[in-house]
């Protein structure tokens, strides 16, 4: 079965700090794994996803994600914070059987940024 | 384009009421999700329809949650004798419904509060 762990359920960085939020999978197959963002009264939006091939993911807003089979881990990252990056991060995974995703969330990490 | 859509957008009821939350996805998607997302938690899954197949429902948490989609578009789910411990925000995604990975969009979510 597949499962993920987001470390940290609330995380708090300077503005223009390195933004790192961790994620750890559990998967009997290779996994297909997902970043979304959900701002205040908004619904969840993709920022990034890894499917096969190149294991560091770009997304919107500057994001980036590193998939390590070694670790199992897909943590996002971004270099400089930005203030309007104050919001919910939820990783996924899914083992995308057949033409079924079916996607498996974490908890949930809020990112505060200080000013 | 027009997004996916959930109405009502609050739903404030007493506990042993039921209620009905809809969700109408982007046009053209045939796959459609809810999940329940409380307080604390990550978002559980409830339920997934792919066009005119039978439904996974096997993420809804009791005989009391019921949901249909008509037509092959507008989902409704529905909540029988509410209880306190199901308020939380209830989300709608749609995708496309083919084969292989895909993007799920999500509406904004129904926030129902049981007194």
């Known amino acids: 079965a597949q499962s993920v762990t987001q470390l940290g359920s609330h995380v708090s960085v300077s503005e223009g700090a390195l933004v790192l939020l961790r994620c750890n999978y559990s998967s009997s197959v290779p996994p297909y794994l997902f970043w979304y963002v959900q701002y205040p009264n908004q619904g969840l939006q993709l920022l990034l996803k890894y499917t096969t091939g190149a294991t560091l993911v770009k997304g919107i807003n500057g994001f980036e994600a590193e998939f390590k089979k070694s670790e199992t881990s897909f943590h996002l990252t971004k270099p400089s914070a930005h203030m309007s990056d104050a919001a919910e991060y939820f990783c996924?995974?899914?083992?995308?059987?057949?033409?079924?995703?079916?996607?498996?969330f974490g908890i949930g990490t809020k990112l505060q940024v200080i000013p | 384009g027009a997004g996916v859509s959930q109405s009502p957008s609050n739903k404030v009821t007493e506990k042993g009421k039921d209620v009905e939350l809809r969700c109408d996805p982007i046009?053209?998607?045939?796959?459609l999700y809810w999940y329940r997302q409380s307080l604390g938690q990550g978002l559980e899954f409830l339920i997934y329809?792919?066009?005119?197949?039978?439904?996974?429902k096997s993420g809804l948490p009791s005989d009391r949650f019921s949901a249909e989609r008509t037509g092959g578009s507008v989902s409704t789910l529905t909540i029988q004798r509410t209880q306190q411990e199901d308020s939380a925000v209830y989300l709608c995604a749609s995708s496309l419904g083919l084969a292989g990975v895909e993007t799920q969009y999500f509406g904004p979510g129904t926030r129902l509060l049981v007194l």
């Open positions: 046009s053209g998607h045939t796959a």
């Open positions: 996924a995974v899914s083992e995308g059987t057949g033409g079924y995703q079916k996607v498996t």
């Open positions: 329809f792919q066009g005119n197949s039978a439904p996974d």
